[in-house]
């Protein structure tokens, strides 16, 4: 690999898109250090070793197969020390630094940092401190390396600003999108790029940097193309998809059709019960003909003192008493709202442009987070406002649950694989 600088240590970063080879490539660098400088030290590292043990160990026993190397001759792996021997005297070092004073007697020739985005930046400090081990006098053109791989990340952290924003000459960054790898299935692209909004495939598979988290949490919504007039077909299936907050009660009504979402109304009920929200939805909707289904918060919400179970059973209940067969479709658990917040925004626009969520103008609460609802500032958490600003701004107590309930429903129907 040339270096477009005269620096003793060379300090470069592969970020790269999913399936881009990232870890092939950094164990593959180890080991070519390896051979090209015997009896020096190498540490490949991670947070924790378990995210080395089954992906990064394993590409570098690889390695060492396709390179044509024997156990006990060409090499040798200690389980208890987690270090590869080499017959020429080579030693490459498996550690996590999840603690970085672990590693401080430790003297260096080369770093290879797995997953890089997860250490810290004084994780990161404490390697460069521990490339001082001696080069050999035969060692012609040697230089100190340390290299890691990564995602893109969707706040700017020590990576971006090392790299990027303060960037020195011994430093370099590699980009690679998914694409570069040859030996991906040829599907492998197309379904990304079907599943993920823009901004998420050009992070994600493109490599690019970006600010994903920033802003709003809804990406790409167009009132001209994502807001409709639509109608309620009593002979459809109705998908009824609740969030259990007290105040307010959240629940979103839907039709689902060519795998497009139809939102075309919500419950949306301050300081009520469930039993109440129910009611509601009897009043509203009292002959539905078509197949009544029941999505959402898999847990109920904690601030009741009802169990998820009768919150479920109070609803089954009601309804079966009115002469509805209702069929609960729910997860087990309640998955991360960043796997929520992706699959709602794939649906509202993917990366080819096409849309596949659609909202009437009576969901007015819905609407209202998909224009409001945003990240915190540089991070990936939603912003939730304090009951001090919604004693300033009574609107601001219908952010985030109305979104909730719609993208249970979304995210179950059309999770991003």
């Not at 969707?154 to 040859?182: E, M």
């Not at 139809?262 to 009043?283: C, G, H, K, M, S």
């Not at 009574?394 to 309930?405: C, I, S, T, V």
């Amino acid at each position: 690999m040339k270096i477009p600088h005269n620096s003793t240590l060379d300090i470069c970063m592969y970020q790269g898109g999913y399936g881009s080879g990232k870890t092939w490539v950094g164990s593959l660098l180890g080991l070519l250090l390896s051979r090209k400088y015997p009896s020096c030290t190498g540490l490949v590292c991670a947070k924790q070793f378990t995210l080395l043990k089954d992906t990064t160990l394993e590409a570098y026993l690889m390695h060492l197969e396709n390179m044509g190397y024997k156990y006990d001759i060409g090499y040798k792996y200690n389980k208890n020390d987690r270090k590869i021997s080499l017959s020429n005297g080579s030693t490459i070092i498996f550690r996590g630094v999840e603690n970085p004073e672990k590693i401080k007697s430790l003297n260096l020739h080369w770093i290879e940092i797995e997953e890089a985005s997860q250490i810290t930046e004084n994780a990161f400090r404490q390697l460069l401190g521990r490339l001082r081990a001696k080069p050999r006098p035969e060692w012609q053109n040697f230089r100190y390396r340390i290299f890691g791989h990564t995602n893109p990340q969707a706040n700017k952290g020590w990576i971006y600003k090392k790299f990027v924003t303060n960037k020195q000459d011994n430093c370099r960054l590699i980009i690679a999108p998914s694409s570069d790898n040859t030996f991906l299935p040829e599907h492998y692209i197309k379904s990304m790029k079907e599943d993920y909004d823009p901004e998420y495939y050009r992070i994600n598979v493109l490599g690019e940097h970006g600010d994903y988290t920033s802003g709003l949490v809804v990406k790409n919504f167009d009132d001209l193309k994502n807001i409709e007039n639509i109608q309620y077909d009593k002979n459809k299936t109705l998908y009824l998809s609740c969030d259990f907050n007290v105040d307010p009660m959240c629940w979103v009504l839907a039709h689902i059709d060519d795998n497009k979402v139809y939102f075309f109304n919500e419950i949306v009920i301050e300081n009520t019960t469930t039993q109440l929200a129910i009611d509601e939805f009897l009043r509203q909707y009292p002959d539905h003909r078509g197949e009544l289904i029941i999505n959402g918060d898999a847990s109920g919400d904690n601030r009741s003192a009802q169990s998820e179970f009768t919150n479920y059973m109070i609803i089954r209940r009601t309804l079966e008493n009115h002469g509805y067969k209702p069929k609960f479709k729910l997860r087990n658990f309640n998955p991360p709202i960043l796997n929520r917040i992706q699959a709602f925004n794939a649906r509202v626009c993917n990366s080819y442009g096409e849309r596949s969520l659609f909202i009437d103008k009576k969901c007015k609460w819905l609407l209202f987070n998909i224009y409001n609802l945003s990240f915190k500032e540089g991070t990936s958490i939603v912003n939730v406002p304090s009951l001090k600003q919604i004693s300033n701004e009574h609107d601001l107590k219908f952010l985030e649950h109305p979104f909730d309930a719609a993208s249970y429903l979304v995210e179950y129907y059309f999770p991003i694989k």
